[in-house]
């Protein structure tokens, strides 16, 4: 199974930073990476995937990009409503496999 | 418009089973597999296997080959999770999503909260 090292674990910005969050595959993973956003209690909701390709009706200040085993996630200009966790999966190989995710928080 | 929506909250005992459901709309359910997410308490999402929406074969993550069971009720377009034997690490929120191969998870449900306890 591919493994997912997703870091930080937490984050803490304050808002109008940028921040980054980065998985590393355990192989290489063709760019077949998505990005999830999920707040308290609900579903995830998709943001990005096919490493940079962002869904439509999502904000231009998230941002994806990589290749091979190294992916990263950005966020420009941190709003409010970005307070959420954050996941990437790997969906090149079964099972897809979620990274850990990461809490972004308000300094 | 396209919605995965799931049956409600259980509260079970540990060596009890459970069936959740999980009913498409919008879309033709054979088009896209079905998969299944947990996630603990306070803990990240762990994928946990599919299901073949035009064969009904089930495939399981290793963690899930035991206890656990995908089936589905084609002429519903409704998927469902059998967990036997419940044990108390099984009390979770389940996602169902839908995906295509090579393509994420696009629509998901809105998750049954599952409370295992004595």
């Known amino acids: 199974d591919i493994q997912m090292t997703q870091s930080p674990p937490s984050l803490s910005a304050s808002l109008g930073d940028k921040v980054t969050i980065t998985c590393q595959a355990s192989?290489?993973?063709?760019?077949?990476i998505a990005w999830y956003q999920q707040k308290p209690g609900k579903a995830p909701g998709l943001l990005i995937h096919y490493t940079s390709t962002l869904v439509s009706g999502i904000p231009s200040r998230f941002s994806g990009s990589g290749s091979g085993r190294d992916y990263s996630f950005s966020i420009s200009n941190v709003e409010s409503e970005d307070i959420a966790s954050y996941y990437c999966?790997?969906?090149?190989?079964?099972?897809?496999?979620f990274g850990g995710g990461t809490k972004l928080e308000l300094k | 418009q396209i919605q995965l929506v799931q049956s409600g909250p259980e509260l079970k005992k540990p060596g009890e089973s459970l069936k959740i459901s999980c009913k498409a709309s919008?879309?033709?359910?054979?088009?896209?597999?079905m998969q299944w997410v947990k996630q603990a308490p306070g803990k990240g999402l762990q994928y946990m296997g599919w299901?073949?929406?035009?064969?009904?074969?089930?495939t399981y993550a290793d963690d899930f080959k035991e206890r656990f069971v995908f089936s589905l009720e084609t002429s519903a377009s409704t998927a469902y999770l059998q967990i036997n034997n419940l044990k108390n690490e099984d009390t979770a929120t389940y996602f169902c999503a839908r995906a295509r191969n090579w393509a994420p998870f696009d629509y998901w449900g809105q998750g049954v909260m599952v409370t295992v306890s004595s």
């Open positions: 299901i073949n929406t035009q064969t009904g074969k089930p």
């Open positions: 919008g879309y033709t359910f054979t088009d896209y597999a």
């Open positions: 999966l790997q969906y090149d190989n079964s099972p897809r496999t």
């Open positions: 192989q290489n993973i063709n760019k077949y």
